[in-house]
């Protein structure tokens, strides 16, 4: 016990005599633990958007006005029996006219255009919602081979864009992401390596004597290792008290820019702070404790 005292002590009058190198160190540490986070929050919106839009996706198909309510079941009751389709649901005349009335409401030319039409123009349909998005092209291809008297069109319109598009670009953020990630890592092995050098240096007297009465090799590594383990956490700990907030502020803005899609960026990572933060730590701790040991071991060789 009073080793592993005597350890922690000149551990931190080492952290405290090179105070400057210890904030650069966790500076460096910190910036790349920011990267980190920053493309992961990117790939939970991204992966959130997608399969919100695919949940989304459904084929239309839009029945004759006079289809008669028994048609109109019968044919919704073939769709949901094939193993393509996950769900069809039903919009009458009137329900798409509420619809209808509800989206444009604030327009009153339009509105105004509705009534002087006398009846409803608009016709049943049925949205059917595919089981797997990316069988949605052979779906397509069974629906229009479907034959039945009451279908007066089919709206088969390719969401497979809005899809691709999204996926196009957190590809290409996540290329520039991990290329900056990468970066980050190197400096943070090289900063932490210098740091450690020096304050390895300011004591190689003090090692060279510890040798000589002795002492083991734990008890010289261990108060560098100990420094490791320290800048490790400050890193983790300071990034967690700067990211919440940041999520806390960010959140309003992604509501707004992603409207109709639940993607709560906060409680992902609340949910998962153990995995994502103790993952971090134990990285980031490795890359110091290699940095470490390779910065004393040229003084502390017999």
Do not use: C
Not at 28 to 39: H, K, P
Not at 102 to 116: F, T, V
Not at 176 to 188: N, R
């Amino acid at each position: 016990m009073l080793s592993f005292l005597r350890i922690i002590k000149f551990s931190l009058q080492d952290i405290a005599r090179n105070i400057w190198l210890s904030i650069v160190t966790v500076t460096i540490l910190l910036l790349a633990l920011f990267s980190i986070n920053t493309l992961l929050t990117v790939r939970v919106v991204s992966d959130n958007a997608v399969n919100a839009v695919k949940e989304k996706i459904d084929i239309s198909l839009y029945l004759k006005p006079e289809a008669s309510e028994s048609d109109i079941t019968a044919l919704r009751s073939r769709l949901s029996g094939m193993p393509e389709i996950k769900a069809v649901n039903y919009t009458s005349k009137q329900a798409a006219l509420d619809s209808f009335r509800n989206k444009y409401r604030d327009n009153p030319e339009i509105l105004q255009a509705l009534r002087e039409l006398g009846n409803n123009p608009l016709s049943p349909s049925l949205a059917i919602t595919p089981v797997d998005f990316d069988d949605t092209a052979n779906l397509v291809n069974t629906l229009r081979q479907l034959d039945s008297d009451i279908i007066e069109s089919r709206d088969f319109s390719d969401n497979t864009a809005v899809v691709a598009k999204i996926q196009s670009v957190t590809n290409r953020v996540n290329e520039i992401g991990l290329a900056i990630i990468a970066i980050f890592v190197l400096t943070s092995i090289l900063v932490v390596y210098n740091s450690i050098r020096v304050a390895v240096y300011t004591h190689r007297k003090e090692i060279e004597i510890m040798r000589l009465v002795g002492a083991s090799n734990f008890f010289i590594y261990m108060p560098y290792f100990f420094s490791a383990f320290f800048y490790a956490l400050m890193s983790v700990f300071i990034m967690i008290i700067i990211f919440y907030p940041f999520l806390t502020l960010f959140q309003p803005y992604l509501e707004v820019f992603l409207a109709g899609y639940n993607v709560n960026l906060l409680s992902y990572f609340v949910y998962n702070f153990w995995p994502i933060f103790g993952a971090q730590f134990g990285v980031i701790f490795i890359i110091t404790l290699i940095a470490s040991f390779f910065a004393v071991r040229k003084y502390a060789r017999v």
